[in-house]
Antibody, heavy 117, light 106 residues
């Protein structure tokens, strides 16, 4: 089974862009359907968006205007960009992959991103 | 958007007891329903997909049932490591949505 590792800044200023990378090891990024999911402290999980079928994307309507997900197959990496962040975007961000369509059977450990000046 | 509603919010049980968790979808998701377990400080882990298929390595005490709008996760005999938060997720249509979670506590 693949292993996933999220990386990126743990602190982002309001109105700036949150950028995270998920590095996939132990398998090909092309073999999975991908998603980014987040979890505000003490709350439930929220789907941000997905990348699938070698180029298709779909985003949560509540975030669509601010989010971009992409893949670099040469680096086996998935990336997330979220623009114009506010304190409401403070959360643990997870990358996740699924082999059974978008039931996510592998997850990264998550990375906490705090939005604060 | 399909709204996923889980009940109860909290389930207080003892080791060895049977746990029954419910998940309701606001419209049919067929069998495109997954269950996850999350322990404190950890990422969610897939338990069930396709409403009733156990993921690799998941013990047989976990079972899922249902289709359409009503789903159930059953833990036949709670072990100490099963006390956690459980989420359901539909992947039938966009946007993907999760339920609010059920906390199974001792």
């Amino acid at each position: 089974q693949v292993q996933l590792q999220e990386s990126g800044p743990g602190l982002v200023k309001p109105s700036e862009t949150l950028s995270l990378t998920c590095t996939v090891s132990g398998g090909s990024i092309s073999s999975y359907y991908w998603g980014w999911i987040r979890q505000p402290p003490g709350k439930g999980v929220e789907w941000i968006g997905s990348f699938y079928n070698s180029g298709s994307t779909n985003y949560n309507p509540s975030l669509r205007s601010r989010v971009t997900i992409s893949i670099d197959t040469s680096k086996n990496q998935l990336s997330l960009k979220l623009t114009s962040v506010t304190a409401a975007d403070t959360a643990v961000y997870y990358c996740a992959g699924g082999r059974q369509w978008l039931a996510f059977d592998c997850w990264g450990q998550g990375t906490l991103v705090t939005v604060s000046s | 958007e399909i709204v996923m509603t889980q009940s109860p919010a909290t389930l207080s049980l003892s080791p060895g007891e049977r746990a029954t968790l419910s998940c309701r979808a606001s419209q049919s998701v067929s069998s495109n329903l997954a269950w996850y377990q999350q322990k404190p400080g950890q990422a969610p882990g897939l338990l069930i997909y396709g409403a009733s298929t156990r993921a690799t390595g998941i013990p047989a005490r976990f079972s899922g049932s249902g289709s359409g709008t009503e789903f159930t996760l059953t833990i036949s005999s709670l072990q100490s490591e099963d006390f956690a938060v459980y989420y359901c997720q539909q992947y039938s249509s966009w946007p993907l949505t999760f339920g609010g979670g059920t906390k199974v506590e001792i």
